[in-house]
């Protein structure tokens, strides 16, 4: 095999139904210098004969295996392990264009650049949405632009409120290997540890190239919208944005990114126990109330005027500053019955 200029990590879990279908899009690549590694976390069902099987029968595969740790463990590894000078992350579950190697290593290239991220298509049994953050065929970002888009990562979106799904986690980009050579995922981490390592990577930056092909698949299943929903779900996410915080507390220029995203948080929690997770009422109201009484995870209110907020976002936020709890579930559970009809339809 020639010089391996692309490594593609793909940390694999109990995946034995669709990592066939995400390997087979990697091995249509019109861009050959690459490898593939496949980083088994600990599978119990036939996963590991599968991915066996896929790097006895092609000379760019490799497979690593390890006890389950978790997906920061599986991409650790796979940084330490990898060969070539650029990295991509694919999840297991997910597809890729056969010319997203090709294409973002040329944009490299072409601009000098340290990472390029692309665009990518939401796929649920419902439909596709597609994630296009900017307007432009190509963006550049470095300097003050550079560090305003580091602002957007925090707030998890753009200046225009689009989502940054695929900047902020670690798949839909390549990214020079010299920069993440001393980074990690953090592993106390089991809850945003892929956009913390994202925004670790922002240090390491001098130039980022955004390509608004989409070039990047990801499948959105049923137990998709449930996982890692549960009893500590606050005191994890309290975990995430306790570890971006203390990450930029020398960073004022950071400070309203920050209260953008304790913001957002306090609404994707209540969003969780009144919607996805479909409790009954009265449970639901009392684990909101927990939550909002958490000493972990303090959230202030003062900027939700002046915030970026969609208005339905500040509506909610409202109500949760004015206690009025059970206005609050009836608004989620109208927003339930909106999403059943417009399934069926």
Not at 237 to 257: C, F, H, I, L
């Amino acid at each position: 095999m020639d010089k391996i200029e692309i490594t593609i990590i793909v940390p694999v879990y109990n995946a034995e139904t669709y990592i066939k279908a995400c390997i087979d899009s990697l091995l249509c690549q019109t861009f050959k210098n690459i490898e593939i590694l496949l980083i088994d976390d600990g599978s119990t069902d036939s996963t590991p004969r599968i991915c066996s099987q896929y790097a006895k029968d092609n000379a760019n595969i490799r497979l690593c295996s390890q006890s389950n740790g978790g997906p920061a463990k599986a991409r650790n590894t796979g940084l330490k392990t990898a060969k070539g000078n650029w990295i991509l992350f694919v999840d297991a579950d997910d597809q890729v264009d056969q010319q997203i190697c090709e294409r973002l290593y040329n944009i490299s290239i072409k601009y000098q650049a340290d990472m390029v991220f692309c665009n990518m298509i939401d796929r649920s049994p419902e439909k596709a949405n597609k994630i296009m953050p900017f307007k432009e065929n190509i963006r550049i970002f470095e300097g003050d632009s550079l560090d305003a888009l580091e602002a957007c990562c925090i707030s998890k979106e753009t200046e225009t409120g689009s989502s940054l799904i695929n900047l902020t986690g670690p798949v839909c980009k390549l990214i020079r290997k010299e920069v993440v050579r001393d980074l990690a995922f953090p592993e106390s981490l089991n809850l945003g540890e892929d956009t913390c390592f994202i925004l670790q990577l922002f240090q390491n930056l001098s130039k980022a190239v955004y390509d608004n092909e989409f070039l990047y698949f990801r499948n959105i299943r049923e137990t998709s919208l449930s996982h890692g929903l549960g009893e500590d779900t606050a005191e994890r996410m309290a975990g995430y944005t306790n570890w971006v915080k203390s990450y930029y507390q020398q960073r004022p220029d950071m400070q309203e990114a920050l209260e953008l995203l304790e913001m957002k948080n306090v609404i994707k929690i209540t969003d969780q126990y009144f919607w996805l997770m479909n409790i009954e009422k009265k449970a639901g109201i009392k684990q909101v109330k927990q939550y909002l009484r958490s000493t972990s995870f303090k959230t202030t209110f003062h900027e939700i005027q002046k915030s970026s907020l969609a208005f339905g976002g500040k509506i909610k936020l409202y109500l949760i500053q004015l206690k009025l709890y059970q206005l609050l579930y009836l608004l989620y559970k109208i927003k339930d019955v909106r999403n059943k009809r417009r399934a069926t339809q």
